[in-house]
């Protein structure tokens, strides 16, 4: 996929004219990222704001004991860091690729050039920003709603629709990580993520295999969601 056409499917972006497309397309830069590279690390100066346009990223932060937290599991056209272009904090986490992964960045100091010469993009990036602000209050709603399981499955079926490659009748996600940090994003135990895995094995809906989930009835996954 083109600059252009990555462009043109970021939700940040999607109220822009050609002409103002056409600039913003001057200043990003297509990088690959390869698996297990550092992005930017918590605290340093934030010098671009990146887009994935095909990957997997985790963001997490450190503690004074080395520990770490993942804070979000970003993934195809997520934008990150989350503070965006109009924020001038360093990067509030540290992101690193779990798989390679093609991300476009925009040069924070560009784009604030860019918009100084032509406004009309700040307002609409803002507009757009101000909605998803709201989008995600919704979202995190309906997760701190829900139950343990439910959460789990629910992450299970977006990596399927995000990230997951299908293959006949089976999904298969490439997931490099431990259940410990799979508990960690979702906000639970290793423990419940091991049992819950465990259950959905023995019914024959997914299956694991070294750093890979393999989805074989998502249909059911979906209705497991939905019954227990």
């Known amino acids: 996929m083109g600059n252009r056409n990555m462009l043109q499917?970021?939700?940040?972006?999607?109220?822009?004219?050609?002409?103002?497309?056409?600039r913003v397309e001057q200043i990003a830069i297509h990088r690959l990222i390869r698996k297990k590279t550092i992005i930017f690390m918590e605290g340093s100066?934030?010098?671009?704001?990146?887009?994935?346009?095909?990957?997997?990223?985790?963001?997490?932060?450190?503690?004074e004991e080395g520990h770490e937290q993942i804070v979000s599991l970003l993934q195809t056209g997520d934008m990150f860091p989350h503070t965006g272009f109009f924020n001038q904090?360093?990067?509030p986490a540290t992101t690193e690729a779990l798989v390679d992964t093609h991300v476009l960045a925009i040069p924070v100091r560009a784009f604030e050039?860019?918009?100084?010469?032509?406004?009309?993009?700040?307002?609409?990036?803002?507009?757009?920003?101000?909605?998803?602000?709201?989008?995600?209050?919704?979202?995190?709603?309906?997760?701190?709603?829900?139950?343990?399981?439910?959460r789990i499955i629910f992450f299970l079926l977006q990596l399927a629709d995000k990230h997951g490659e299908?293959?006949?009748?089976?999904?298969?996600?490439?997931?490099?990580?431990?259940?410990?940090?799979?508990?960690?994003?979702?906000?639970?135990?290793?423990?419940?993520?091991?049992?819950?895995?465990?259950?959905?094995?023995?019914?024959?809906?997914?299956?694991?295999h070294r750093s890979e989930i393999i989805i074989l009835d998502r249909d059911a996954l979906k209705r497991w969601k939905e019954h227990n």
């Not at 499917?9 to 056409?22: A, G, I, K, S, Y």
């Not at 010098?47 to 994935?52: H, K, L, P, R, Y």
């Not at 032509?118 to 701190?144: C, H, N, W, Y």
Request: glycine share 4%; net charge neutral.
């Open 45 to 63: 100066e934030k010098e671009a704001v990146f887009f994935i346009q095909d990957g997997l990223v985790k963001a997490y932060k450190t503690d």
């Open 9 to 22: 499917q970021v939700p940040l972006f999607r109220d822009l004219n050609p002409q103002e497309l056409d």
């Open 89 to 91: 904090s360093p990067y």
């Open 166 to 208: 299908v293959k006949g009748s089976r999904i298969h996600i490439e997931l490099p990580m431990t259940n410990q940090e799979l508990a960690n994003t979702i906000g639970t135990t290793r423990e419940t993520v091991n049992r819950l895995l465990n259950q959905l094995k023995k019914q024959r809906i997914l299956d694991t």
């Open 113 to 150: 050039q860019l918009i100084l010469a032509m406004p009309s993009i700040a307002i609409k990036v803002i507009d757009v920003m101000g909605a998803k602000i709201r989008e995600l209050q919704q979202k995190l709603q309906q997760f701190t709603g829900h139950d343990v399981h439910d």
